[in-house]
């Protein structure tokens, strides 16, 4: 299984709503990531776990809140968003280990809408 | 700090010609390098990685990549495009936090003509 999947595919939601995005990986991998894309732009980091600890937070706003629950599941909780928040959200995985490089696995992403 | 740059924002091509993606790169050590490509509406796939050794690498669907250290390039090739080609491509080097941090070109979007 070399999947990343994450859910739900696509989510409107609204600035005073709360809403979670899930990603889940079942290849062993240590490394989690949220990424956040706005259309034709590269991904950019948000998040990086790291055997079940953030291990790096990009000065990301706190109305994003990641969460590891263990090392095959990564959520991100959204809160008080505001319209540009909107873009693509896409989960990676990696083994893990910082001298193991390698390649990111991507999910497809969560496609969000802020009204 | 590590930077990529990728000096075409859209290149078009017909099916069936060779194509070059171009990638130069900024980053002290040697670089981890690494070339992914985007269909409309997905995720990432890595096409190709050059960590060290031969300086030719070959990626799936066809495509490959050669690091050239001192041009600081790691140009993409396929000698014959298929319109399933046609998708946005990321080159990115490996940051100082490894594997954690990719630092991004903008991209290139391809565009395939029949």
């Known amino acids: 299984d070399t999947e990343v999947t994450q859910t739900p595919k696509h989510l409107v939601m609204g600035m005073t709503n709360k809403k979670s995005l899930k990603c889940e990986q079942h290849?062993?991998?240590?490394?989690m990531y949220w990424y956040k894309q706005k259309a034709k732009k590269p991904p950019e980091l948000m998040f990086v776990?790291?055997?079940?600890?953030?291990?790096i937070n990009e000065s990301v706003p706190s109305r994003f809140s990641p969460e590891c629950p263990n090392s095959s599941l990564l959520n991100l909780h959204l809160h008080a968003l505001q319209p540009e928040d909107s873009a693509l959200y896409l989960c990676?995985?990696?083994?893990?280990?910082?001298?193991?490089?390698?390649?990111?696995?991507f999910g497809e992403g969560s496609r969000l809408t802020v009204l | 700090a590590q930077s990529v740059t990728q000096p075409d924002i859209h290149i078009t091509v017909s099916e069936g010609a060779s194509l070059e993606l171009r990638c130069n790169y900024s980053?002290?050590?040697?670089?981890?390098l690494f070339w992914y490509v985007q269909s409309p509406g997905q995720g990432l796939q890595l096409l190709l990685k050059?960590?060290?050794?031969?300086?030719l690498v070959q990626g799936i669907k066809g495509f490959e990549a050669e690091f050239k250290r001192s041009q600081s390039s790691f140009n993409l090739r396929k000698p014959s495009v298929h319109w399933s080609d046609a998708a946005e491509y990321f080159c990115?080097?490996?940051?100082?936090?490894?594997?954690?941090?990719?630092?991004f070109g903008q991209g290139t979007r391809l565009t395939i003509n029949p």
């Open positions: 980053y002290g050590a040697t670089p981890y």
């Open positions: 990676a995985s990696s083994p893990g280990d910082r001298w193991n490089t390698g390649e990111l696995f």
């Open positions: 050059y960590f060290s050794g031969d300086t």
């Open positions: 776990y790291s055997y079940e600890k953030l291990s």
């Open positions: 290849m062993g991998h240590r490394a």
């Open positions: 990115a080097v490996e940051g100082d936090q490894g594997a954690q941090k990719l630092v």
